[in-house]
């Protein structure tokens, strides 16, 4: 019976000075402990948000913001990006094919890309552009 009561007594002892513990740090700071924890622990959320904070904006380029619109995929023609020659490709399905370039390079214009870009590979369904 000795052995249990000093068992209790030990747990008491450690309990009593974990409680100790928590109400200096509460009212030593005048912050509350769980305060304390949240700020030195960073939330999984800012981690896995997929849309970019206001402060990072800035720095996401026309053609940033254009690769996470890819594949782009209509009837007369598709857009989409090769992540290895960093590349856009283009490959017009309608004749005329003058007049679907003209839809495509004002769409590039309209999210902010030059459509006379190096980095955009233009092709049609004949191979005649």
Do not use: A, C, H
């Not at 200096?24 to 305060?35: D, M």
């Not at 949240?38 to 402060?55: A, G, H, M, N, R």
């Amino acid at each position: 019976m000795v052995p249990q009561k000093k068992k209790i007594l030990l747990l008491f002892l450690v309990l009593s000075v974990i409680l100790g513990v928590i109400l200096y740090l509460k009212y030593s700071t005048g912050k509350n402990v769980e305060n304390s924890f949240q700020e030195l622990t960073p939330t999984p959320t800012l981690f896995l948000t997929t849309t970019p904070t206001p402060s990072l904006s800035p720095i996401l380029t026309p053609k940033l913001k254009l690769i996470k619109l890819m594949p782009v995929i209509t009837k007369d023609y598709t857009i989409e990006y090769l992540p290895i020659p960093k590349k856009f490709v283009v490959m017009i399905l309608k004749e005329p094919f003058s007049e679907t370039v003209k839809i495509v390079e004002d769409w590039f214009l309209f999210q902010g890309v030059d459509p006379k870009d190096p980095d955009i590979y233009w092709w049609n369904s004949n191979n005649r552009q």
